[in-house]
């Protein structure tokens, strides 16, 4: 089968390595992904994707895009004349683009379908406080996330993973469950089931407003969303009029500080650790980063504002 494969981000790499791994099925005649970003020294060369640095490590051809809607793109893709188009971490396509695959489009989503359609549904799982995620394929349709289901496959978070390992991890079981899709279509074998929108939940895209901390609510909630942002973009908070990035946290667990009672957000050191007041107890702080600093653990943080820290707010 000849296939043209759509991702950007790390997440789509294994996807991609796995189909080019069966070159006895299948052809990947063209691999298609984002435009090379710029880096902040002017005199470096822009960064190419993840998808495209391993794309040109096995010798595929790659096209990089701006506009998926330009109809000079749609006849270039229908030039190649596609059996499937896979898709993983890409774009909205318009069904002008997904209908030149002759057997089919089908993208991989990081849930499981209907759960967390949208940009970000390894985050949102992680904030809810899911004990169990997974993927999907299914096959494109003009509403986003909404098409036929061909595979799921499920799995249990750990307590204390945090978004950019489940990601890693769920990339592998979705390169996995791509290349037992494709060999479905290639075979005439697949079964679909429609999705129930009564169930569907949503995965927003992440923004500034979305990520900031919320100290009045309960401890496990704000643990939840610190792991679910971590490493990219992060959980934040401001401390001295500056943002306060926080990737790893857990719930307090110091005897010095069972008794500590104080406002949320109210900042705690002692022993050497950081803490934060939530609602029905204490976050103990791990790793952060304060604006204009490198990334440090909070045992260097305290070091460092131990007598500004005590008792201010985080806010």
Known sequence: MRIIFMGTPDFA???????????????????????????????????PSPVKQAALALGLEVHEVDDVADSAFAERVAAYRPDVLVVAAFRILPPALYEQASRGAFNLHASL???????????????????????????????????????????????????????????????????????????????????????ASRAPKLNRDNTRIKWAQPVALIHDFVRGLALKPAAWTTFMGKTLKIFRARPGTS?????????????????????????DGLLELISLQLEGKKVMEASEFVRGFRHHAENTLFV
């Open 255 to 279: 005897s010095s500080a069972d008794d500590f009672s104080a406002s949320p957000g109210t900042v705690l050191i002692t022993q050497g650790r950081l803490y934060a007041a939530c609602s």
């Open 113 to 199: 379908l209907p759960a967390y359609r949208g940009a970000a549904p390894v985050n949102w799982s992680l904030i809810r406080g899911d004990h169990e995620t997974g993927v999907t394929t299914f096959f494109l349709q003009q509403r986003v996330d909404t098409g036929t289901i061909i595979l799921q496959e499920k799995t249990t978070i750990a307590p204390d993973e945090n978004a950019t390992d489940l990601a890693r991890r769920l990339s592998e079981i979705g390169a996995k469950v791509v290349v037992k899709t494709l060999h479905l279509i290639a075979s005439g074998s697949v079964t679909v089931s429609d999705q129930n929108d009564a169930l």
């Open 13 to 47: 790499v294994p996807s991609l390595q796995a189909i080019a791994a069966e070159d006895d099925a299948f052809e990947i005649v063209l691999v298609v992904t984002g435009k090379d970003k710029p880096r902040k020294s002017k005199h470096a060369d822009a960064e």
